[in-house]
């Protein structure tokens, strides 16, 4: 199975790592896609929907500049209710985390988690079976 991701971070060896593990994944497909920032990531999520190519799943940063997770995740679903933004964040068991859960991210990734649990965590969310 095949499976679009949008990754939103403003670190790009977060983008280089996780693109290596993905594409080791031996039972999915991953095509993944990036932002650099939380304006980006509200822009580039539109942009991929308004082309065919809506995410699967939104792997959001928290802390960024120019926008940041909680007001990217705030955005994002106002204009797509059914987005799937999970939080990939090292700050988890903070308030910004629980600002983001109550704008509507469904769960929290943790970035200090081995990067191979996050990729098979990634393929539960989206394959559950």
Do not use: C
């Not at 997770?69 to 910004?96: C, H, M, R, W």
């Not at 991210?105 to 943790?110: E, H, I, S, Y």
């Amino acid at each position: 199975m095949e499976y679009k991701i949008l990754l939103v971070d403003d670190e790009a060896d977060i983008h280089e790592l996780m693109s290596l593990f993905l594409e080791m994944d031996e039972e999915h497909t991953f095509i993944m896609d990036s932002a650099e920032d939380g304006k980006a990531g509200v822009e580039m999520y539109d942009k991929l929907s308004n082309e065919g190519r809506k995410p699967d799943i939104v792997l959001m940063d928290l802390r960024m500049p120019v926008m940041d997770g909680v007001e990217a995740t705030g955005q994002i679903l106002k204009s797509d209710p059914g987005a799937n933004i999970y939080l990939f964040t090292a700050y988890t068991k903070t308030e910004v985390e629980v600002d983001a859960l109550e704008a509507g991210a469904k769960g929290t990734l943790n970035k200090s988690t081995d990067w191979n649990q996050t990729v098979g965590a990634i393929g539960t969310i989206l394959d559950p079976s």
